[in-house]
């Protein structure tokens, strides 16, 4: 049997690390032993605190204050990573960061809301992961890719369609690249955590659809960290989103509709959302989302 894995002594990098889970997941990598934690966050105040914190459980921590919205800005990270710290790609790969924007879709601005929360969401992942995967590969040891998604992006849901749409695309992706990975043969694994609403402040107002509790963060990151350390494919949680998304294929659309709206509510889960309504003052225009709905950035 082969030895459970573990972050002891690896290098770990978190994205929207200055808050929120970001922040537990860099203070559970810590704790747990890794050497380095490289945090990657918009917000440099906050990132600076999360990196006092990550020094006192005796790690050593990176912070690259990064915009994720812009490619240039992710690349030109990764490089200030190898050429300035030596360090070629981290062991484990956190893609955390996030944002929301609620409301009907004609409502949303296509520049300052569609492209901004689709950029950071949906393609900073991938591109973040395109600077370091090269490198995780040649090293030919385990390793492991955590995509933090949402249940969002396994059901349809008024009032959330881009950020919907941008955890469909992570899971699309993040699930893609597993398979593609195991058919080359590389130890890097992947996993995709859908979780339902967590009470972190990002989704403020929700209301969790019938039976469906709000996580705390604490309960959150614990399922996602054991399931990045045993390597699950995909952890989706809790049991009601299993159910719901198990309901969704197999019902036909109206009667899903129905079951959906009437039954479990999941419909009606937006209705009342505010969301975190100050952003970190640090925070350049490009990360937060303005009007009704607007969030925090850099967090899921």
């Not at 569609?114 to 591109?127: C, E």
């Not at 893609?176 to 009470?199: A, D, M, N, Q």
Request: hydrophobic residues 45%.
């Amino acid at each position: 049997m082969n030895p459970k894995f573990s972050v002891q002594g690896k290098t770990v990098l978190v994205t929207g690390a200055g808050m929120g889970m970001g922040r537990l997941y860099a203070l559970r990598a810590a704790s747990e032993g890794a050497s380095t934690v490289v945090l990657w966050d918009v917000d440099a105040v906050s990132m600076h605190d999360v990196g006092r914190e990550v020094r006192g459980h005796g790690a050593k921590a990176v912070e690259q204050r990064v915009d994720l919205s812009e490619l240039a800005a992710i690349q030109a990270a990764a490089a200030a990573l190898r050429d300035e710290h030596g360090i070629a790609a981290p062991d484990v790969l956190i893609n955390n960061a996030g944002i929301v924007k609620s409301g009907p879709f004609w409502e949303h601005d296509s520049e300052r809301h569609t492209r901004t929360v689709m950029n950071i969401n949906a393609l900073a992942p991938m591109y973040v992961a395109a600077e370091f995967l090269p490198a995780m590969m040649h090293k030919g040891t385990d390793q492991r890719i955590l995509n933090i998604a949402s249940a969002a992006g396994t059901l349809a849901n008024p009032n959330m369609s881009v950020y919907a749409a941008s955890k469909w695309a992570v899971i699309g992706w993040g699930d893609s690249l597993r398979l593609e990975l195991e058919r080359h043969g590389s130890p890097v694994k992947v996993t995709t955590f859908c979780p339902s609403y967590i009470s972190t402040g990002m989704f403020e107002g929700v209301k969790g659809p019938l039976l469906t509790p709000i996580m705390s963060p604490d309960t959150a990151v614990e399922r996602a960290w054991q399931a990045m350390l045993a390597g699950t494919p995909i952890k989706l949680t809790p049991w009601t989103a299993k159910l719901a998304m198990g309901l969704r294929g197999v019902l036909p659309t109206r009667v899903w509709d129905a079951v959906a709206g009437n039954v479990f509510k999941v419909y009606n889960s937006m209705d009342h959302f505010t969301g975190r309504q100050s952003a970190p003052t640090a925070a350049p225009a490009a990360h937060t989302v303005p009007g009704p709905g607007t969030t925090a950035p850099q967090e899921t």
